[in-house]
T-cell receptor
Framework: QKEVEQNSGPLSVPEGAIASLNCTYS??????FFWYRQYSGKSPELIMS????GDKEDGRFTAQLNKASQYVSLLIRDSQPSDSATYLC??????????FGDGTTLTVKP | SAVISQKPSRDICQRGTSLTIQCQVD?????MFWYRQQPGQSLTLIAT?????????ESGFVIDKFPISRPNLTFSTLTVSNMSPEDSSIYLC??????????FGPGTRLTVL
């Protein structure tokens, strides 16, 4: 079992829809969870961090964390073509070191 | 906001040579890491660059192949030694510009012929 698993994708949604990206992790002591967006040919860009159970909203983005289920998700509301990218889930377990999932590629169709 | 830069942004190298990649952060960071990302794949951690001591390498990566320096809290280098075509990849450095949160440099795209 991978330490961090993401839904395999690719994911395609129409413009204006909600995109839902999911991630599970194996290490129960994980404390910090992150979503990065990576455009083709660019480096990962941090878009959300979440540390406690529940929802965290930032503009059109909502991160959801459920530590009991070892599950973290990212919802993108009113998806735009500019949201088309690969989304990476990252989990910090110790020493500030992040473990990344394989990523989910999202395409938002106009 | 703080910035992480890398040099070179890209290079094409011959088999058997070495390349040193520089990572500069414009503010002090506690943690710096080096990653590799091969086309269409996710990030693989190479090592943690420790200030004033030897780097901590992940399984499958060794110091002889990927020597790392970190002379201070804002700068690190990664050398890819005795390169082969299999080393062709994007190399990324990151630093914790916020506690426990990594931010990435723009990456170095390496092609080995």
């Amino acid at each position: 079992q991978k330490e961090v698993e993401q839904n395999s994708g690719p994911l395609s949604v129409p413009e204006g829809a909600i995109a839902s990206l999911n991630c599970t992790y194996s290490d129960r002591v994980s404390q910090s969870f992150f979503w990065y967006r990576q455009y083709s040919g660019k480096s990962p860009e941090l878009i959300m961090s979440i540390y406690s159970n529940g929802d965290k909203e930032d503009g059109r983005f909502t991160a959801q964390l459920n530590k009991a289920s070892q599950y973290v998700s990212l919802l993108i509301r009113d998806s735009q073509p500019s949201d088309s990218a690969t989304y990476l889930c990252a989990v910090n377990t110790n020493a500030g070191k992040s473990t990344f999932g394989d990523g989910t590629t999202l395409t938002v169709k106009p | 906001s703080a910035v992480i830069s890398q040099k070179p942004s890209r290079d094409i190298c011959q088999r058997g040579t070495s390349l040193t990649i520089q990572c500069q952060v414009d503010s002090q960071v506690t943690m710096m890491f080096w990653y590799r990302q091969q086309p269409g794949q996710s990030l693989t951690l190479i090592a943690t660059a420790n200030q004033g001591s030897e780097a901590t390498y992940e399984s499958g990566f060794v110091i002889d192949k990927f020597p790392i320096s970190r002379p201070n809290l804002t700068f690190s280098t990664l050398t890819v030694s005795n390169m082969s075509p299999e080393d062709s990849s994007i190399y990324l450095c990151s630093g914790d510009l916020l506690p426990d949160t990594q931010y990435f440099g723009p990456g170095t795209r390496l092609t080995v012929l």
